[in-house]
């Protein structure tokens, strides 16, 4: 997958790939955060799907989206959100 972007100011010290790589991890934890204490407050389980909506909704309309291969923005918030939820993000 190739992104072709200006790195987000989060992470300017790093190549725009891995700095957009970071921003979306960061983007994906948080809403991960936001959307699991929704649940623990309201009792209604949450699926990825909804993580992947709230990424998407809180991104900036110029957030760049991949421009090779078939896999989509949103499969790589999935991907993602998936990867945090069973700890494979944070291993070494």
């Known amino acids: 997958m190739i ?8 992470y300017p010290a790093v190549d725009s790939k891995h700095s957009l790589a970071l921003d979306l991890i960061d983007r994906t ?4 955060t ?3 204490q929704l649940s623990v ?3 209604i389980t ?3 799907g909804d993580v992947v ?3 998407e909704d809180n991104l900036p309309n110029d957030y760049p989206a991949p421009t090779k291969g078939s896999a989509t923005r949103e499969d ?5 959100a998936r990867d945090i939820l069973n700890g494979e993000v944070f291993e070494d």
Do not use: H, K, Y
């Open 3 to 10: 992104v072709t972007a200006a790195a987000p100011a989060r």
């Open 29 to 32: 934890n948080q809403a991960l």
């Open 34 to 36: 936001d959307v699991s």
């Open 41 to 43: 407050n309201t009792g």
């Open 46 to 48: 949450f699926s990825v």
């Open 53 to 55: 909506r709230t990424v």
């Open 76 to 80: 790589l918030i999935a991907r993602i």
